[in-house]
């Protein structure tokens, strides 16, 4: 392990050299290609919820090849990143998590992109 970020207020963890350098870049398009188990996912959540913690109110999605992976891993690993009493709102029927500085999380997956359409974040 290398050097120790910050994942959430309260939360601080250890991280690869790679899944640093990840999770602080501060480049507008960023990417992570590394092998099996090489801590891509969990780099990902990670940047995902420093990103809504730094901008209160910001909205992201959090995207996954198909619904399966976005619920068994992508959905799942970001949740185990969280503490117990964060005092995130779920509003579950809609794959939305929603944070205590207003910020949302919308996870989504990317299978079909006529879903996607007219989707824009700001
Ligand atoms: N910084 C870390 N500290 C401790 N454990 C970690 C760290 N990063 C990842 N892990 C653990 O290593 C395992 C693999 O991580 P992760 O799922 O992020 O890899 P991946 O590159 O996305 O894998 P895959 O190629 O299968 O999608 C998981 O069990 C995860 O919890
Ligand atoms: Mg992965």
Redesign the pocket.
Known sequence: ?EGAVEVVPGRT????AA?QAFVEADERFVAFI??????????GAIKALRYVMEYPGAVGVVGAPNKTVLRD?TER?LRTLLPKEFGIKERKSDGVIEFPNGSEIWFRSMDDFEHRRGLYFF
């Open positions: 392990m963890m250890g991280l690869l899944q590394g092998g099996v188990g090489s801590g891509k996912t969990v780099a891993v690993t």
